[in-house]
């Protein structure tokens, strides 16, 4: 090389070198340095721009001897001074007449603990099935931004249904870890592709490899409550074995407490994330015994006198409008796998026997979870740190089930392979071990039907409320100055993810690990926590609902949707519908039709 080019090639390396040295001080002022810098107690706070940040300049002095050399540790990155931990709950398959909180007669007394100190919200919805709202809930974006149009059992290799979060959407659990949280995550996840459920990995799928540092959960969408298959982060365990009595509903509320009690002890000024999904109330319906019991009788009176019940509260407690109608009883249209809803009273008095079986072990599957996610609760008020806590409580990822038969299983595993309607016999010979070892229980469609009041449909039907409008209670003490309050604003699961991160003051990173993000699509709701917002316009103006083929959208107060000729798929062929002529399109206004009872305006099929 001649002496001209070498002379080039060093002044343009160490212009390159200056450039870099230059841009990492740059990126070292932006951020907010507290305490001694260099000092092993130095913390730091991040601008959020980019996760991680970039690596900070050695500040120290290195000579020859350690005597004239000064050491430097680079800080520790903690989150915004003040920044609340924060408690994310949601059940599963619970419909909005589930809990009590929300009109139901199943007793949720943490849920009502959470709203009694905090907020209660009428309009909070989910995308009508498990995995894609739990992809979107933990990223903020929709369900197909985050390859999640439909269950990853159901995936496939293409845009939107890949079951693949990709690395352009990092997670809540992302985001909070790199700006200093102690991430964990208990129960189910339903998050990781179903071909990537191998201990040999890749993880980067798994809850640890999403920005969750702990895991203590099943992986798919269901397990077996007294036998169930987990995972401790990544390694396969069994705590059930030698423990009778043992369930995973109790061993998930004593991981998660125990998780916080180490915490707490090694570092109590560590802000948590714990996102706690138990699998209560998704089948199989294991309960313990106990809880059952509670609820022997309780449902007698069937499950349309019961609906009208749950309707009766619903307007009592405030949490539907008065003039809100209740839907009709779905006796003149298919409403499940071509057929439609039998009346209580058309049954025998042994179906009548069966049905009310079935409906008191999920009752008592439901008011156990609750109790359990209460003992999580009461810990974190243990430990004296509920008050600066924001607690988000989601009653279901989507509405009640309606995978149960028309008769209800003892074996959820036969309706899943296209058994619809196990014999009579069958069935009562498990009447009395119902919700025990022995099965694997579901309860039947007209249930989960009731379940919804007082809306239209279930669990997979994504154009009506009855699949995705939940109950949501969120509570932060000195944050809500309307305690108690009910709020009607429209908001979706894609809504948390940006309330968490200005509650906690942390901005959504433009790039994490080199890779450009996709925006966020939700919008924050603590604008809401404020009780002069208590009627303001919804932040949301505007979303869509799709899941294999039932579609709606929301906009200002409308909202436009199908009446799907069935459920998803019907589970008696396999068949989707045809997406071309077997839906009509309905328009509605929330504040004139609340519960979707007319069809409104205009009906037109699609062509």
């Not at 913390?43 to 970039?54: E, I, R, S, V």
């Not at 603590?526 to 917002?533: L, R």
Request: include cysteine; glycine fraction near 10%.
């Amino acid at each position: 090389m001649s002496t001209e080019l070498r002379t080039w090639h060093n002044l343009s390396l160490g212009a390159v070198l200056a450039a870099a040295y230059l841009l990492i001080a740059s990126a070292a002022r932006a951020q907010q340095i507290n305490g001694v810098p260099g000092s092993p107690s130095a913390t730091m706070t991040l601008d959020g721009k980019q996760l991680p940040p970039p690596p900070l300049p050695f500040g120290g002095v290195i000579k020859k001897s350690y005597l004239d050399s000064t050491p430097y540790w680079p800080p520790r990155v903690v989150p915004p001074k003040g920044a609340p931990n924060i408690l994310l709950i949601m059940t599963d398959d619970q419909g909005y007449g589930v809990s009590s909180t929300f009109g139901g007669v199943i007793t949720t007394p943490t849920l009502d603990r959470i709203a009694q100190t905090g907020l209660r919200y009428t309009q909070f919805h989910s995308t009508a099935l498990c995995s894609p709202t739990r992809a979107a809930l933990i990223t903020g974006r929709n369900h197909h931004s985050v390859g999640s149009g439909v269950i990853g059992e159901l995936s496939t290799g293409y845009p939107g249904y890949d079951s693949i979060i990709g690395q352009e959407n990092a997670t809540i659990g992302t985001i909070l870890r790199d700006n200093g949280y102690a991430t964990s995550w208990f129960g189910k996840n339903h998050n990781t592709p179903s071909f990537q459920y191998s201990v040999a990995g890749p993880f980067d799928q798994w809850p640890v490899g999403m920005g969750f540092q702990y895991f203590y959960g099943f992986m798919g969408g269901e397990t077996d409550q007294w036998t169930p298959y987990l995972f401790r982060n990544t390694t396969p365990v069994s705590p059930w074995i030698g423990k009778p009595g043992y369930n995973l509903t109790t061993d998930l509320a004593d991981d998660a407490i125990k998780y916080m009690r180490d915490l707490n002890a090694s570092a109590p000024d560590k802000p948590f994330f714990l996102y706690y999904v138990p699998g209560g109330t998704h089948s199989p319906h294991q309960p313990t015994k106990e809880w059952i019991d509670k609820f022997k009788g309780k449902f007698d009176m069937g499950y349309e006198k019961f609906r009208e019940q749950i309707f009766a509260n619903q307007k009592r407690l405030g949490v539907i409008p008065v003039g809100t109608q209740l839907t009709p009883w779905p006796d003149g249209q298919a409403a499940y796998a071509g057929a439609k809803l039998p009346r209580w009273d058309s049954l025998s008095l042994i179906q009548k026997k069966l049905f009310a079986r079935e409906v008191e072990v999920f009752a008592a599957y439901a008011a156990y979870t609750d109790h359990e996610i209460g003992r999580v609760v009461q810990e974190v008020q243990d430990e004296g740190k509920l008050d600066n806590t924001l607690v988000i409580y989601i009653c279901g990822d989507n509405g009640s089930s309606a995978e149960g038969t028309l008769s209800g299983t003892y074996n959820q595993l036969t309706a899943y392979n296209g058994i619809l309607n196990a014999p009579m016999p069958l069935q009562l010979l498990h009447y009395r071990d119902w919700g025990s070892d022995k099965t694997y229980p579901h309860m039947a469609v007209e249930w989960a039907w009731a379940f919804d009041t007082p809306f239209k449909w279930t669990k997979q039907v994504a154009s009506h409320f009855g699949g995705t409008r939940q109950g949501l209670a969120i509570s932060w003490p000195g944050h809500i100055t309307d305690v108690g309050g009910i709020r009607t604003q429209f908001h979706h699961v894609i809504d948390i993810v940006p309330t968490i991160l200005e509650a906690t003051g942390i901005k959504a990173p433009e790039i994490v690990n080199g890779i450009k993000q996709k925006p966020i699509e939700g919008v924050s709701m603590a604008y809401t926590f404020d009780k002069a917002n208590a009627n303001a316009p919804s932040k949301r103006e505007t979303q869509y609902f799709e899941l294999g083929g039932n579609r709606g959208i929301y906009h200002d107060g409308w909202m436009a949707n199908t009446t799907p000729p069935m459920p998803v798929w019907d589970l008696a062929t396999g068949k989707l519908p045809d997406l071309e002529t077997g839906y009509q399109w309905e328009l509605y206004h929330i504040s004139e039709d609340y519960s979707q009872y007319t069809t409104s305006l205009r009906r037109c099929r699609t062509s």
